[in-house]
């Protein structure tokens, strides 16, 4: 049956009228051990609040000779452009405070702590204030307002009132009072020591020293804030955050750092790193900000342009000689390439030596490296005494520990120091089977298992094809190479995989993306793997082997020397967890899950019901969107259309939950819902169905997400499984769930142990007095925490359709569920903190987005990365160009866990 591919979802600004399912309590029988836990949370007194509060919108617009703009939309999302104009419409709204205080205030209220302002155009206030409109003379604009707009003729201000606000009573948990509170909890936060990205705030240099790191950065501290309703209060949560930065300094001197002045203009990442970057000129009267392109193809010396002399006439002169003119300058670096800014169509260039690097720039994940985050996860780990004294600190200095906060106090808010606590289940574990029969327990961690050397793996691989070890850069010779491949296939064999290291070949090679692109190729349909030896992780190997595993569909295995160095020594347990990847990509399963054993002894009716949970009848989706990184300014003001899409990462179970299959595709940049996916729901279907000989009766579906405001969007997305339904069968309707994950949550959980507080055990899932009592949702660590504090997921229900076949599940057999699908991602034995179905789409998507840059950048030692996608990938304007783009970038690796 062909699948109308017409989208279903399009954006929508409206989801009032959706349903969410309703909150559901626990059930009468236990599914845990009950603990009691501390959680990161402060009661808001809410008692005495006025009744209403007052939104107001306050625009600023900037009128040139050629248009005019409102100014908080002016500019760019980048992080040095949204401080700059948070500054600006700041000191903005100061003036027209200033100017016109009897208008705002009311009696003896004269002064602006009534007010809370959100730095971009929402007022609001205990009282509706009348219209009010009026100019800024220019002579008073601030320095920003300079820095982020020229030639402005006029600026004009003007205040309407919005919308009336309910804040009493249960009107306290909706949306628009908790929007309220947040921005008036903000309000007392000092803006010269902290820096602030929406829910996050970070200490400045000059107040707290950053903390130095390689490559240019830094690492400042700060916190994540939220207001949520939390069991029977509203609460204030706190975290603590580190992030990297780049540090403000030369831009000369950052590149420097990243790889030496002999090297500027020369070096990939060098200009990977500083691309898209913001900086300040240090030579203008007034001195602007602007976002770099790259590394122009000329130096100062070199660049010339035509100019008009004191005599009038037209002269050719070089940047360098323009800068000894005009400033009184002498370039002292007049040999290096010049600095090209993002302009849209036009182009201006820059020496390097005159520029700075804007404070206050987050390093992206594009630019970080995999030493940068391990370094960052060792600075952010904090045991729970040192985290919880921590989040204190951090309350206590951004005046939300209590004490007397003005913007509060006008709504009649009061933060208290009662901290939340709540009762908690650490759930049942699920029974692990290997093909031996049940797995050997670990004495030390009772969350973890074992596989004893006479365990097998429930489906051994099998391949007798040839293989080839690639060994990149001479890291190994042959022979060491042959050892280890002989040590693997060993350990491989002993789990009952059918696999001889006779079969497989040495190939020394160099990292060119033009030689191993040529030997993968080439081996299409007569090579069963390609594994590869690397000396690290840090060069460009691993993703070009993954975007050439796509492309060929010949499952790759990419192994660094700390890892093969144990391998040699015929270290167990190194060898054991690559072989453990090695089965699920040959297509093996390495072992399967069970209902906890203790259901039977506890809990009799849903030991029943756990009959089904992991039969195959019942299918388990992941869906993960990942977003491309924000276009630059200059390019959406030229009206460029986004090139890098939003990839979905789909991973979906056959015949049991740790058997996973999966793919990538791709649709328009910034889209949170999934437009289009009845194709693809239609092909996971059908792979079920020649897995098991019928189709799923249950389907449950884990999708990422982050916040409650898209939980009724994300709802809407079981319109395309409906449709899907359709398509497989006739009369086809099976029972749908639909959860959203949300990972970046600010909630800590602690428990009281021997020596004090301490992380709660694996599995610990909150009662309902923990969680927020309007929606269906669980709170769940289903990890064990070594080092730091453990981080819990937040879970969501979002849609529950009763079919035909199968059944709702009640929410403690969805707790049971997903605690079990932590033990099935299948390459450790030990749960992970998200259900396998989940952490497998994140992979994919994370691998289709990785592919999709591999192919832009082309080659390792491609000397220029600031001329965009190459023109197969570039936005032709057509409609279905993400859909075409799919096509051309999706995997031909078939039905394997080729993510492992």
């Not at 008073?140 to 201000?157: M, S, W």
């Not at 299918?619 to 993960?624: A, N, P, Q, R, T």
């Amino acid at each position: 049956m062909e699948v109308d591919s017409k989208p279903i979802a399009r954006r929508h600004t409206d989801f009032d009228h959706v349903q969410l399912p309703e909150p559901q309590g626990a059930g009468s029988e236990p599914i845990g051990e009950r603990i009691n836990t501390f959680i990161n949370a402060y009661v808001i007194d809410t008692t005495e609040s006025v009744e209403f509060g007052f939104k107001h919108e306050l625009v600023f617009t900037a009128i040139t000779a050629k248009r005019e703009f409102a100014v908080h939309t002016k500019g760019g999302k980048d992080d040095a452009i949204k401080l700059l104009r948070h500054r600006c419409l700041k000191k903005l709204f100061a003036i027209v405070f200033t100017e016109n205080a009897d208008h705002f205030t009311r009696g003896d209220e004269n002064k602006s702590g009534s007010l809370a302002f959100d730095n971009g155009c929402a007022l609001y206030s205990p009282y509706q204030i009348d219209p009010l409109d009026g100019t800024i003379p220019l002579t008073d604009l601030p320095e920003e307002f300079l820095e982020l707009i020229n030639g402005v003729t006029e600026l004009r201000y003007c205040l309407t009132f919005v919308e009336r606000i309910p804040l009493k009573d249960q009107n306290v948990a909706k949306r628009t009072a908790i929007q309220l509170i947040d921005v008036a909890s903000w309000m007392k936060l000092d803006k010269t020591r902290h820096i602030q990205f929406d829910n996050k705030a970070y200490y400045t240099s000059t107040k707290c020293p950053d903390d130095r790191m390689d490559g240019g950065k830094v690492v400042k501290n700060g916190f994540a804030k939220s207001i949520r309703p939390i069991g029977a209060h509203l609460a204030l949560q706190i975290d603590g955050k580190v992030s990297p930065f780049f540090k403000a300094q030369k831009l000369i001197d950052l590149c420097e750092e990243l790889g030496g002045s002999r090297n500027i203009g020369r070096n990939r990442q060098m200009e990977q790193q500083i691309k898209n970057l913001c900086v300040q000129t240090t030579h203008l009267p007034h001195n602007r900000i602007f976002q770099i392109k790259g590394f122009a193809k000329y130096n100062a010396n070199e660049l010339k342009f035509e100019m008009k002399a004191e005599s009038g006439e037209m002269r050719t002169t070089s940047v360098a000689q323009y800068f000894e003119e005009k400033y009184k300058m002498k370039l002292r670096c007049p040999d290096l390439p010049l600095i090209e800014e993002r302009k849209g169509s036009k182009a201006s260039f820059h020496p390097i030596e005159v520029l700075y690097v804007v404070e206050g720039q987050r390093v992206s994940n594009t630019k970080s490296t995999a030493t940068m985050i391990q370094d960052l996860i060792k600075r952010a780990q904090k045991r729970p005494p040192e985290l919880m004294k921590h989040i204190e600190e951090q309350a206590y200095k951004a005046f939300l520990d209590g004490s007397k906060h003005e913007n509060l106090d006008a709504f009649k808010y009061r933060i208290t120091n009662r901290q939340l606590t709540s009762a908690a289940d650490t759930v049942f574990s699920p029974t692990v089977l290997t093909a031996n029969g049940k797995a050997s327990d670990d004495m030390k961690f009772p969350e973890k298992w074992k596989l004893g050397n006479m365990d097998r793996f429930v489906q051994p691989a099998k391949c007798t094809d040839d293989m080839f070890c690639i060994v990149f850069e001479r890291c190994y010779s042959d022979r060491d190479a042959e050892d280890a491949i002989r040590n693997l296939f060993d350990a491989g064999r002993q789990r009952g995989m059918d696999i001889d290291s006779r079969n497989v070949k040495i190939v020394p090679m160099s990292s060119s993306f033009d030689e191993l692109r040529s030997f993968m190729f080439s081996k299409v349909g007569r090579a069963g793997a390609v594994i590869g030896f690397t000396s690290s992780n840090t060069d460009c190997v691993h993703e070009n082997l993954k975007l050439f595993e796509a492309e060929t569909g010949i499952v790759t295995l990419h192994c660094t020397k700390r890892v093969i160095d144990q391998v040699l020594q015929g270290k167990p347990l190194a060898c054991g967890n690559i072989m453990m990847k090695f089965n699920q990509k040959l297509g093996g399963t390495n072992f399967k899950i069970a209902p906890p054993q203790e259901l039977a002894k506890y809990a009799p009716k849903l030991a029943e019901f756990s009959k089904t949970w992991f039969s195959k009848t019942r299918m388990f989706f992941g869906l993960f969107v990942s977003h491309a990184g924000p276009q630059s300014f200059a390019d959406r003001s030229a009206g460029i259309p986004q090139s890098e899409p939003t990839v979905i990462g789909m991973s979906f179970t056959t015949t049991m939950p740790t058997k996973q299959d999966g793919w990538w595709f791709m649709q328009e940049p910034g889209e949170n819902l999934i437009l289009d996916m009845v194709e693809d729901i239609v092909k996971a279907l059908k792979c079920f169905h020649k897995a098991n000989g019928a189709l799923p009766n249950d389907i449950v579906v884990y999708r990422n997400g982050k916040s409650e405001g898209e939980f009724k969007a994300i709802s809407t997305e079981a319109a395309q499984f409906k449709k899907a339904f359709a398509h497989v069968a006739d009369n086809y309707n099976p029972t749908l769930t639909i959860i959203v994950v949300c990972v970046g949550s600010n909630y800590r959980i602690v428990t009281e142990g021997q020596r004090g507080l301490d992380n709660v055990p694996p599995g610990t899932c909150l009662t309902a007095e923990g969680c927020n009592p309007f929606y269906k949702e669980f709170i769940m660590v289903s990890q064990r925490a070594i080092m730091g504090t453990a981080r819990p997921i937040r879970y969501n229900v979002v849609t529950e359709i009763q079919g035909t076949v199968g059944k709702v599940l009640m929410v403690d057999e969805l707790k049971l569920i997903t605690n079990a699908l932590a033990y099935t991602t299948g390459i450790v034995t030990a749960p992970i903190s998200l259900p396998g179905p989940i952490d497998s789409a994140e992979k994919v998507a994370n691998r289709g987005r990785n592919n999709y840059k591999a192919t832009i950048m082309s080659d390792c030692d491609a000397s220029t990365s600031s001329s965009g996608p190459p023109r197969e990938l570039r936005h032709d304007g057509s409609t279905d160009f993400f859909k075409k783009l799919s096509h051309k970038m999706e995997t031909k690796v078939d039905h394997v866990h080729f993510w492992a």
